[in-house]
């Protein structure tokens, strides 16, 4: 099971010079990605234990869509393993030449933060979902 989420980071997200969004900003995006597949899995939003891993590879900017993907790679009693990947999809374009309002569909998505961890979901609240 995958989980997927779109959404275009807007100025108010810019925290850096030159529009930067904080990274800490796609990690909220995968916090809603693993609370989507609690649900789906266990019919509970569940809690999120620790990243063990997060590898920041590219830079986000206002203006930019990025698709943050999740999916449960292992699984024990109450815990759930999950791997995520956020890419950029589109962005602005940023050339002096052109509108600031210029913006392009990428041919190849950005890896823009990959990360891993681990959630859990207590035994008592685990339902059989459909």
Do not use: W
């Amino acid at each position: 099971m995958e989980v997927k989420v779109r959404l275009r980071m807007s100025a108010h997200e810019a925290h850096y010079a030159g529009d930067l969004v904080d990274g800490a900003r796609i990690l909220q995006l995968f916090g809603d990605v693993a609370t989507e597949l609690l649900i789906r899995k266990d019919g509970d939003e569940g809690l999120f234990v620790a990243y063990d891993n997060v590898e920041f590879m590219a830079p986000v900017y206002a203006g930019d869509y990025i698709e943050a993907t999740g999916r449960i790679v292992a699984e024990g009693r109450t815990s759930r393993k999950m791997e995520f990947e956020a890419k950029k999809v589109v962005r602005l374009m940023r050339d002096p030449d052109l509108a600031p309002s210029a913006a392009e569909v990428l041919k190849e998505p950005i890896m823009v933060l990959r990360a891993s961890g681990t959630c859990m979901v207590p035994g008592d609240l685990q339902r059989k979902v459909r």
